[in-house]
């Protein structure tokens, strides 16, 4: 594998963490905390392998360019703009709704699961569309 091959890895890790998201909302609302503790646990370590994944990767190509031109480059830069400034906050809001519960703090996990949730798979999905806007779309 090459580094080149680690844009395809945090395409997966992102459409896995947005999976175990979807997984762990329908979990928590059928009652089963248990698995949605997994479940989000899961998600959250498969961010984390993102961020390290998306790290090396930029660290070794460096930013790629979208290729495309007209209305496809506004749609990609505003997908990309709005991607970008809300990843900026899922670490912060993420490690709070995780210390939350693990303090047995439900009342305000819920309140800020609430938030955390819809921006975290926003961040996740989108992830999965830059990558294949730029990696797989043929500009």
């Given at each position: 594998m090459s580094f080149a091959d680690l844009a395809t890895v945090n395409a997966v890790l992102n459409g896995?963490?947005?999976a175990l998201l979807v997984a762990g909302f329908l979990l928590i609302r059928s009652g089963r905390r248990d698995a949605h503790r997994r479940a989000m646990t899961a998600a959250f370590a498969c961010s984390i392998l993102f961020l390290v994944s998306y790290l090396v990767y930029?660290?070794?190509?460096?930013s790629v360019r979208f290729q495309g031109t007209g209305t496809v480059r506004t749609v990609y830069l505003s997908i990309l703009l709005t991607?970008?400034?809300l990843a900026a906050a899922v670490p912060f809001?993420?490690?709070?709704?995780?210390?939350l519960a693990r303090r047995e703090r439900?009342?305000?996990h819920r309140?800020?699961?609430r938030v955390t949730?819809?921006?975290w798979l926003y961040?996740?999905?989108?992830?999965v569309v830059i990558y294949l806007m730029l990696y797989r779309m043929g500009y």
């Open positions: 896995t963490s947005a930029h660290a070794q190509v460096g991607h970008t400034v809001l993420a490690v709070s709704t995780i210390v439900f009342e305000t309140k800020l699961a949730l819809p921006v961040v996740s999905v989108t992830g």
